[in-house]
């Protein structure tokens, strides 16, 4: 699988952005796609997964009810609408994809810490103060 993010750029606070994937790969729409973000001087941190039917969504803490995760299978593409940005959602960020398996516990902390198989390069996106 090869994943291509774009879609950032700069932003004042409160403002929207949607990021793309564009992804490789005839079995995509079986595998688990997900974000990530790098803020300068900060390790990597998981953002948004989604589940390859998309039934199944995660968000950590920091963006739920703000960003929103989705995919079209037909385009193998993945999105993140990124509404009411901050400054700290300032980084770089990553979109990912992941064979499904079973998890133990919390996926969220799992990609977090493992992060998933399959990297794109990412895209920067800067919000103004």
């Known amino acids: 699988v090869q994943l291509q993010a774009s879609g950032g750029g700069l932003v004042q606070t409160g403002g929207s952005l949607r990021l793309s994937c564009a992804a490789s790969?005839?079995?995509?729409?079986?595998?688990?796609v997900g974000w990530f973000r790098q803020a300068p001087g900060k390790e990597r941190e998981f953002v948004s997964a989604?589940?390859?039917?998309?039934?199944?969504?995660y968000y950590a803490d920091s963006v739920k009810g703000r960003f929103t995760i989705s995919r079209d299978n037909a385009k193998n593409t993945v999105y993140l609408q990124m509404n009411s940005l901050k400054f700290e959602d300032t980084a770089v960020y990553h979109c990912?994809?992941?064979?499904?398996?079973?998890?133990?516990?919390?996926?969220?902390?799992?990609?977090?810490?493992?992060?998933?198989?399959?990297w794109g390069k990412g895209t920067l996106v800067t919000v103004s103060s």
């Open positions: 989604l589940s390859g039917s998309g039934s199944n969504t």
């Open positions: 990912a994809a992941d064979p499904p398996r079973q998890i133990p516990g919390d996926r969220r902390s799992y990609y977090n810490n493992y992060g998933m198989d399959y």
């Open positions: 790969g005839r079995t995509f729409y079986t595998y688990v």
